[in-house]
């Protein structure tokens, strides 16, 4: 194995992805230290460090098993043979650093990133929410986005639906990374997309801090009082009960607080799939899901209030930006163009189904 070339093709690959971990981690450290609150795991019930792998696991089984079956009965090979098989031909070494540089990279960068969220208002207490609005109001002659929102699409079924976007969306990141890593045969497009989510994550840490807000369903509560009771409810409840709790104790309390509004990193993580897809030639099926979460996840979190319309348009802008920056970032790139490298070439394939997932339609 040439070491050297092993390297020199990570640092390609993964380079601003560590990059983006370490800027974050330094973050976290030194507001840390000038805040004296304490470093907490981002993930109570189940810790990331173990959920995430479990993820890839979990998607490395779905990759694995169907191709054994099929490689058991169409090679007349016991299973244990077929997994040797399947394994070698789908997972070489090289794509399990692959996998584990993108999972330790993004895990670092997630988990700084969440506890520079959760500090961000005890490093700077401002709240820019009635300027946000007043910009929302300026923009629309004097409306307010969520208002028009709720009287367009009423108070029931709606708030039902997005609320159920709300949380798909929840589930759908960690998932969609586990794709990007284990998926893909075309190593430049994994890293590409796992990079870009690790600069929103970086954007939108800093943005937290330099302009720190609730959102509108705490500073405007009775806008979003006559909404039916979803699941969305209970969250931000929650959610308010933990900071409430961190920010009269944060060198004591054991926990995080998640709410800051600018930008929304829904919708910019959103543009960033989106995007994505697109400069890939993902799979048509793929690009229009993405279009249709982008759209229905910029309703949800206008009309649930989590996000003022300056916080969407920010969010856009940034996931925008972390497309090109990670564009640039691994060389996926002509000139100051995103164009994704053909050099990493995808592995054979066992099956129709497989190549449909990878062939532009």
């Known amino acids: 194995m040439n070491v050297t070339r092993v390297l020199r093709e990570t640092a390609r690959q993964w380079g601003l992805a560590w990059a983006c971990s370490v800027t974050l981690v ?33 998607v490395l089984a779905v990759d694995v098993v169907p191709r054994v079956a099929v490689a058991s009965v169409r090679r007349r090979l016991a299973p244990w ?20 540089n993108g999972v330790v990279s993004w895990y670092v960068c997630y988990a ?28 629309l002659g004097g409306h307010d986005p969520a208002r028009l929102l709720h009287s367009l699409l009423g ?34 497009a994994g890293a590409w997309f796992v990079t870009a989510v690790s600069v929103d994550w970086l ?28 699941y969305v409810t209970t969250l931000a409840n929650d959610m308010w009960d933990d900071r409430v709790k961190v920010m009269a104790a944060p060198t004591t309390y054991d926990g ?24 890939i030639r993902a799979p048509r099926i793929a690009r229009i899901a993405a279009w249709t979460m982008l759209v229905l996840t910029v309703l949800a979190t206008v009309y649930l209030g989590w996000h003022f319309g300056a916080d969407v348009i920010g969010g856009a802008a940034l996931g925008a930006f972390a497309v090109w920056a990670a ?17 990493d070439r995808p592995a054979p394939m066992d099956d129709v189904a497989s190549r449909a997932l990878t062939t532009p339609l």
Do not use: C
Request: aromatic residues 10%; hydrophobic residues 55%.
């Open 203 to 230: 954007g939108g840490a800093i943005l937290y801090y330099l302009v720190p807000t609730v959102g509108p369903i705490y500073s405007d509560h009775p806008t979003f009082a006559g909404l039916p009771h979803t």
């Open 26 to 58: 330094a973050i976290m450290l030194v507001m840390s230290a000038t805040t004296n609150v304490p470093l907490h795991d981002p993930d109570n019930v189940l810790p990331g460090y173990i959920r995430f792998p479990l993820i890839v696991i979990a």
């Open 81 to 100: 043979r077929a997994l040797v098989h399947v394994m070698r031909d789908r997972w070489p070494a090289s794509h399990w650093w692959f996998a584990a």
């Open 327 to 343: 564009a640039m970032g691994t060389g996926n790139h002509v000139g100051w163009r995103p164009v994704l490298r053909r050099d």
């Open 256 to 279: 995080l607080q998640t709410i800051a509004a600018f930008p929304s990193l829904h919708v910019g993580i959103m543009v960033t799939i989106t995007m994505t897809v697109i400069l």
């Open 155 to 188: 108070q029931g079924w709606a708030a039902h639906l997005l609320s159920s976007v709300y949380f798909l969306w929840i589930a759908m990141v960690p998932v969609s990374i586990a794709f990007a890593l284990v998926w893909t045969r075309v190593g430049s």
């Open 112 to 139: 700084a990133f969440r506890n520079v969220k959760s500090m961000a208002p005890i490093a700077n207490p401002l709240r820019w929410d009635d300027e946000l609005a007043h910009l929302d109001s300026l923009v």
